[in-house]
Structures are given as structure tokens and as C-alpha cells.
């Protein structure tokens, strides 16, 4: 990664290897994105706040299209979903994964094509069904049986929808056991090993309003080895050429999902995109040539290692408390803002900025403001001790899974979103306000 560092700054540079690539060190602890510096973001927009560099989205954007030229990368819009995120995406030529009638809304009306947009879901609404067939969504991946019949009812005589089927291909991989997606013990998907998969496909063949482009899996999130997804597509490219075996069908689409790791702090293994590309690749062509397939298009759904890395999350430090061993620094914001550590153990890296601290530094533990002992940000991290109320801390690699999780949590409203680019910074969605509150609140 390009990072600038100005000769006299400290040799903690190699600390900002998970950062944007545009993150430059400036004199005097301040620390810049995308041209601008952060403590100005905290300034102009308030804290807690989200930061987002759009150079580094589309560069990231287009390193997968680098390297995987031949598949159709979909961003899956659960990590982060904005109007201008949605445009980002588009321009830089990715289609889109949503997984409710509300990703799909919001990328429809800022102008995504429908075509280019696969919905998914375990549990999919009326009303996820009916947005997805009034604004013409590409492709539904079908979850469970009853859904068969439910979409070809809903598509009518005379329509037709394309489908494909999540296919539990029984690899497990992931992050946190609450991320692991390709084993029969949790509810998305239908088993192969049971003949759950192959049975949907029979009776979604026999649906005339249904038209089956191909298989789907994904196997669980925050994966940094390629080996998992080998297997996975082995077992998958198997059960296309069993399909084409009973059927004589032939499944021109394989989308093999998400979940390429990231690092979350300095040191931490990531998924190896160019890797991945090349060994699915070679595994694809090898395995289709072994069973007399054709080539399937290949399609993935990266969210996290799209937006992840892009974001950051600002913070104002309140208080700092010394608790016997235990030193306390609460923010302004907390597990509403990111719930991750909370419920996946995440371990985040926040950082001093705004200043330089010549202080020793001395393990802290930053915690919430929320009305929670688990409301914790990040244990065991090492800060100045000189550290106090007033000060900014900033958190890498909040870009994907933060707002797009946050809650309501003791009504203090989301963080807004602020976009910095090339020197500028611009507010792409503004934070909940105490009227957005109670607006929603009818009194009744
Ligand atoms: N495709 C499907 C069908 C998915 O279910 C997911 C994520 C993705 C793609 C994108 O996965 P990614 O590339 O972002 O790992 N809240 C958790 C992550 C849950 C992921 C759910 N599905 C977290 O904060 O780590």
C-alpha cells in the first residue's frame, strides 16, 4: 500500500498497513484520508462519524475485476449500502448482491440496473418477492423448498424469472462460528449431502416459469485461505454434472459467494485475491474438463474486503477512568455504532490522532457510552498515557459491517457518513437525528 510518511514521523508506519492507501501522516500526529485530515472531519461533521474513502472503494472495485476478469463480481451490499455507494459500484462495472426489499430499493431508485442485482435471502418476505419481481431483479436464489412455488405462483402464467439455488456444498470456513455458512447445522441453503439441493433443482426444472441459471454457494465469511473455496467448488461443479447427468441440463452460472478475509489490525492474514482468481480458475477448468462440462460463468460476491479497509471510524474520547489495573477510555459512540467486537470478538486497532502524544503508552481498554458492560470497542490496545477527554480516536477498517449493523441502542442516533476524496470531504448520509427518533415514534 502507497503510504505517504513524511521522514521525521515515527516508525510506526508500518501500523497504518490496514489503513486506505491514501492515509498519509502529517506533522504533529495528524493523520490524513483521501487528502483530508481526519481531525478537520471531526471538526466540520461532529463525532462519532464514519469515513469513507471512495478512491479506495474503487480501486478495490476494480482490483477484483483485475483479477477476475473472466466472472461478474457482485458487491454484496449487507457490509455497506449508500446512494453513492451504490453509483461507485455501478461505474466501476460490479453487479450487486442485496438480500431485502430495502437493498434492492435503494440500489434500484439511485439508478442500478435490476438486471445486474441477485437477491438473496433464507426467509424472503411477500414483500421481498413482490420488489424483486415489479423492478425485474436478475436473479433469486432459492433457499428452501417452499420458495419454489411461492416465486413461480408470484411470476404468473405467462412470466418468467431466472433462479439460481444456495447449495450447501458441507465446508466449513469462516471467521466466528456466527459466520459459518457451508455445513448442514445452520439454516441457509439446501444440504448436498442430504439430496436437499438436488431435489429443489429437480422440481425447479419442472417449473416452467422458473429458468435456472446455475448453483450458489457461499461457505462462510472472513475466510483468508483459498483451500475452502476449492473444495466447496469441487463439490459444486460435481452436483452440476449430476444435474446434466438426470436431466441433461446444462448450468451456465456457478457463483460461488463472498467472504474474503481482511486484517483488522496490522499483521493479520487477509485473503489473497490474485490467488483465489487464479486457483478457482485452474480448479473450475480442470473440474469441468474431468466431467465433460462446459465452463460455467463464475460469479462472487466480495462485501467486506470491498468496503472494509475503505472505512474508518472517528471518535471523541469522554472520560478516562483507572479501575484498579484497568484503564477505561470511553467514546462517544460504542456497540451501537459497531456491535462486531461484541458479537464476533472482533479485535480493532484504534489509533490517537490529532496530536502527538511523547507519553509511554499503557494498555487501555476502549469502551462505549452505551448501558452495557459488553459495550467494549477494542481490549488490550495500546495508547498514550497521556491520554484524555478531548481527544480523537480513529478506528480503521470500519468500512464494511458497522453502519449497515448499527442500532438504536439507548436512542443516541447513527453516525453520518462522510465520503473523502481526493482532498474533499462530502456527507453522504447524515446522522439520525433526536427528531428522526421520535418522528418515528407516533405516541399512540
Ligand atoms: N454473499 C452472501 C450470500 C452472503 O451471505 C454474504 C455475507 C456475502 C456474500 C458477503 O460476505 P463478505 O464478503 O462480506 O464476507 N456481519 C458479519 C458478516 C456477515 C456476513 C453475512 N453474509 C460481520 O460483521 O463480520
Not at 226 to 240: D, E, F, N, Q
Request: aromatic share 4%.
Amino acid at each position: 500500500m502507497a503510504i505517504t510518511v513524511l521522514p521525521e514521523m515515527p516508525a510506526d508506519a508500518g501500523e497504518l498497513s490496514i489503513w486506505p492507501a491514501s492515509t498519509a501522516l502529517l506533522p504533529h500526529g495528524a493523520l490524513a484520508v483521501g487528502g483530508v485530515p481526519l481531525a478537520e472531519i471531526a471538526a466540520r461533521f461532529d463525532t462519532p462519524v464514519y469515513i469513507l474513502d471512495e478512491g479506495e472503494v474503487r480501486e478495490r472495485c476494480r482490483t477484483y475485476r483485475g483479477a477476475f476478469p473472466e466472472a461478474g463480481v457482485l458487491y454484496a451490499a449487507k457490509a455497506f449500502l449508500s446512494r453513492a455507494m451504490v453509483r461507485w459500484v455501478q461505474e466501476e462495472g460490479l453487479g450487486l448482491d442485496v438480500c431485502s426489499a430495502g437493498e434492492l430499493e435503494l440500489a434500484v431508485t439511485a439508478g442500478f440496473p435490476p438486471e445486474r442485482i441477485v437477491l438473496h435471502g433464507n426467509a424472503k418476505s411477500p414483500r421481498d418477492l413482490a420488489a424483486a419481481l415489479r423492478l425485474g431483479v436478475g436473479r433469486i436464489v432459492i433457499d428452501s423448498p417452499s420458495e419454489i412455488a411461492r416465486i413461480a405462483a408470484a411470476v404468473g402464467p405467462d412470466g418468467r424469472q431466472k433462479v439460481m439455488v444456495r447449495v450447501v456444498p458441507g465446508v466449513s470456513a469462516g471467521g466466528h462460528d456466527k459466520i459459518r455458512t457451508g455445513t448442514d447445522d445452520q439454516k441457509f441453503g439446501l444440504s448436498l449431502t442430504d439430496g436437499g439441493a438436488h431435489h429443489a433443482i429437480t422440481r425447479i426444472i419442472g417449473q416452467p416459469q422458473l429458468e435456472l441459471t446455475g448453483l450458489h454457494c457461499h461457505i462462510g465469511s472472513q475466510i483468508t485461505e483459498v483451500k475452502p473455496y476449492l473444495m466447496a467448488l469441487r463439490r459444486m461443479v460435481g452436483l452440476m454434472a449430476r444435474v446434466r447427468d438426470a436431466y441433461g441440463v446444462l448450468l451456465p452460472e456457478l457463483d460461488m459467494g463472498g467472504g474474503h478475509g481482511i486484517a483488522y489490525r496490522h499483521g493479520e492474514a487477509a485473503l489473497d485475491l490474485t490467488a483465489l482468481a487464479r486457483r478457482l480458475r485452474a480448479e473450475l477448468v480442470e473440474g469441468c474438463a474431468a466431467a465433460g462440462l462446459a465452463v460455467p460463468r463464475l460469479l462472487i460476491e466480495p462485501g467486506r474486503a470491498v468496503v472494509g479497509p475503505a472505512g474508518v471510524a472517528l471518535y471523541r474520547v469522554l472520560a478516562v477512568k483507572h479501575t484498579g489495573e484497568k484503564v477505561f477510555v470511553a467514546v462517544d459512540g460504542g456497540m451501537s455504532d459497531n456491535p462486531r467486537p461484541a458479537l464476533y470478538g472482533v479485535r480493532y486497532a484504534p489509533r490517537l490522532i490529532g496530536r502527538r502524544s511523547t507519553a509511554e503508552p499503557r494498555t487501555a481498554t476502549v469502551v462505549g457510552r452505551h448501558c452495557e458492560a459488553g459495550d467494549i470497542l477494542a481490549e488490550a490496545v495500546e495508547l498514550p498515557g497521556d491520554i484524555h477527554p478531548g481527544d480523537l480516536l480513529a478506528v480503521p477498517v470500519a468500512g464494511a459491517y458497522h453502519l449497515s449493523m448499527a442500532s438504536g441502542y439507548n436512542l443516541v442516533g447513527r453516525p453520518p457518513v462522510v465520503a473523502v476524496h481526493e482532498g474533499t470531504a462530502r456527507l453522504l448520509v447524515r446522522r439520525e437525528t433526536f427528531e428522526d427518533l421520535r418522528n418515528r415514534d407516533i405516541g399512540g
